[in-house]
């Protein structure tokens, strides 16, 4: 079958920006905004005996909420397909300003549910319509503890929108503002714009093109080094502001937080990957053998090995990876295969090779007609068809939540990972079962080996990086110059000295250090990976994995990580035997890939 490399999102609001139904659903939630504002300072709980205004709150609350969702998601779709496009700003402008809006009545909703005694609040919780979100409104309650009055609060909100969510937009622009060219292997000059810079450090078969095109990144980048630096410092600062003025002890709290896990869990997990990076200076020293290389750069950590034994290098069609995606999903999920298949039928993916996109691939939700939106760059490398399944991962999980109320929609960013890198371990470990020959099967262990990379050597740079910057910045501007630093450190440690040639300017090119709504956008990842391997491995046990599979799913906006883990796994994640066990998988994978291409040295 043909499936569209471009989305359709007419089915959301038809005729883009300037559709009028999306106008009008504008217009709505500023007036539902309004009104949940005057029904919370109207609500008087000594009068609602029958807690039927109560119900109300919470079931308007979640409506404004999908709404909210829902157009954010609209005009973040338009913008990240088409970025250099400056129509799209002042909807960014407006959306955002709704969300703000809609933060100081939910504030003093929260405040609400304090004023109930323990007794009462126990008894409101039973309530048909509240007792599917009773986690959430303990969620609440309890981060109300947390909140400045009324008016310091809807001033925070407000500041929010020309401060950390404004310098986030500015890195936007500064992204989209870089370009850069290469001299391919034909002697060619070749033009890129960031986006498209990134996706080739990560994939150009060529050595020496691949080298210079990361040394002309790293230039690009270089030249808007004090821009970055002013708007990470401003973000970093705006965060750490808040995040005083709310109480928070450091700038771990509040990510660990938001993501419902323990220190000791965070802990446990990193102590587990440094005790175990050692392993990866075998596989790379062979990769470095099979590769041609003296040295291994930051642009060598995934790149594909091309020549070996007879293998001949092939790219996949966008079909044929859909194909080979939905096929593989319905090995362990038949309701995963038909969403798969559904979302490529709908036209729910965004994966055309253009300028102008945004670099990376995300999943967003549409909450008010239950679908999901795509935005990835098809290649036809061997890694997209798990990318996109990745990406797709996410939106099943999504979808297995639809019947659900809103509040049981807000699952935590390192659950989130897993389900998407579950769902690209499948195709991964399909791609490597298929292979034909010793040499095409070294070449797709290899590009397996993309996720342990990132996960147990990339995301822990950042981690360290970003955790030593928001110690620094506590005490004050951090110039770029210090930035490389920490970076390149960062790196040194992480990689535990394999890499020969690092990337300073990271922290610079990296979209995750600059997105304002989750703070530490990086351990979340490894947290995911590891998850996921385990419930790989728990898959193979299960006489029904599909309906344990989901049953999980459906409950990680229910309860802590550590909960979640011990339900339906069975495991303690404060404990370093379960980290183990992913970084033994890993092991596996290393050991298969060496004594493999042991052959071809």
Sequence with gaps: MAYSLNWDLDPIYPGGITSPEFAAKLTLLDEQIKQFAADVTAYDRFTDTDFSQFIALVDAAQTIRSGLGTVVLFVNALYSADYTNPVYRPYQTKVSQLDVAYQAPLNAFAKLLTSFDDDTFAKVLTLPGVNDVAFHLNELRDDASRLLDDRAEELLNNLRLDGLQAWSEHYDTISAGLSMTYTDENGAEQALSAGQALNQLDGYPDNTVRANIMANYEKMWGTAENLAADTINHLAGSRLTEQHAHGYADHLEQPLELNRMSRATLDAMWQMVDDNKHMFKAYFDRKKALLGLDEIGWQDQVAPITNLGDYQPTTLTYDEAAAFVIKNFGKYSPKMAAFAQHAFENQWIEAEDRPGKTPGAWMESVPDIHESRIITTFTGSVNDAATIAHEIGHGFHSSVLTDLPVWRDGYAMNVAETASTFAEMLIADANVQAAKTDAEKVVLLDAKMTNPIAMFLNIHARFIFEDNFYKERANGFVPAARLNELMDNA??????????????????????????????????????YLFSQSIYAWAQTQANFEEAYIALLRDTANMSTEELAQKHLGVDLTKPDFWQAGADLVKKDIDEFLALSEQFI
Excluded at 495 to 523: C, E, M, Q, T
Aim: aromatic share 26%; net charge negative; glycine share 6%.
């Design 491 to 528: 790196q040194q440690v992480a990689f535990d000295g394999i890499l020969d040639k690092r990337h300073p300017h990271f922290w610079a090119s990296k979209l995750h250090f600059f997105i304002d709504d989750v703070p530490f956008y990086n351990f979340p990842y490894t947290f995911g």
